[in-house]
Structure formats: structure tokens, C-alpha cells
């Protein structure tokens, strides 16, 4: 076996095992940490897969800015110096359910699949891909797509900074 098969099933592992650990904990900082590993393991099959520059925008958004934000936003709510922060709402079978459904037509969509067209595995004289291609591509034909994707964004960082904004009500003690 080569060694990049080898490092291609590590990173595989590495992935579906953090996958597995956010699925099934209960604890919100421990399962924003599986994630941060899910990301890194999914950024190096990318690397693995030559697709570079999705590997590397995958670790500065995703990693480096969103889910460092989480991160910082779970540790910094956490009033209670002693209290665990948990989820409210832990549906592990329904989890495992949707989680299967999910593999089922992830493994059925590939099983059918023609990958025989792709540049990639054949050795065509096709031009390589670029970032300029790709950014022209992003701003013209799926610029909808690009700003329904910014309002949602900004939706969830209204939501967030409604919800850790949330204001106590102060209690005066009379004495």
C-alpha cells in the first residue's frame, strides 16, 4: 500500500471518528472541538484530492474564523464558573437515524456515479482550474447563491448577538 492511501485513510479516520464524537457527546465545547478536528481531517482529504484551494479556504473560514468564534462565544457565555454547559434537547436515536439516512444516500449517490469523465482520473490536456476562473465563476454565475449565503450569515450573526445580549434582570435587595 502507498504511502499517501496510508495518510488518505488516516485522514478519513481522523474525520468519521471527530464525526462520530460530535454526534454522540454531550458537552458543546467538547463537540466544538470535534469539530475543529472534522474540519482539519476534511482539509486534508481536500489536499490529498489536489483540490488545494478548497483546503485552504476551508481552514481559514471554517476553522479559523467561524468555528474559533464558537468557541470563544461558548467559553465566554459560560456564566456558572462550576456548571457543565450541556445541550438541553439530546435525541441520540433520532440522531443516529438522520446520521444513517445521510450515509445511505452519500454511499448510494457515489455507488452510482461516473467518475470515469472526471479530468482528474484521466489524463487529459485540460486546463488546469484557477483561482481567477474560479472567483469569475462565484461572481457571475452563482453570485445569487454567494449573497443568499451572506444574508444568511448575517441572520445567524443577529441571532447570535440577540441571543448573548440577552440582559438579566437586576434584583434590588432590600435590606
Given at each position: ?118 479530468a482528474w482520473m484521466t489524463n487529459s490536456n485540460s486546463s488546469p482550474s484557477s483561482i481567477r476562473h474560479l472567483g469569475m465563476k462565484v461572481m457571475t454565475d452563482y453570485v445569487l447563491v454567494f449573497e443568499v449565503i451572506g444574508i444568511l450569515l448575517l441572520i445567524a450573526l443577529i441571532g447570535a448577538i ?14
Open positions: 500500500m502507498e504511502i499517501a492511501n496510508i495518510i488518505f485513510y488516516a485522514f478519513i479516520g481522523i474525520t468519521l471518528i471527530s464525526a462520530l464524537f460530535i454526534m454522540l457527546t454531550k458537552n458543546i465545547l467538547y463537540s466544538a472541538f470535534a469539530l475543529i478536528a472534522t474540519f482539519l481531517g476534511m482539509a486534508g482529504i481536500f489536499v490529498l484530492l489536489g483540490a488545494e484551494f478548497v483546503a485552504i479556504t476551508q481552514i481559514l473560514v471554517y476553522v479559523g474564523g467561524i468555528l474559533i468564534l464558537i468557541v470563544f462565544g461558548i467559553m465566554l457565555t459560560n456564566r456558572g464558573k462550576t456548571t457543565k454547559v450541556d445541550t438541553k434537547i439530546y435525541h441520540k436515536f433520532y440522531g443516529i437515524l438522520i446520521a444513517t439516512g445521510f450515509f445511505y444516500l452519500l454511499a448510494r449517490g457515489i455507488s452510482t456515479a461516473d467518475f470515469g469523465g472526471m440577540r441571543i448573548a445580549g440577552h440582559t438579566r434582570e437586576e434584583v434590588e435587595h432590600v435590606d
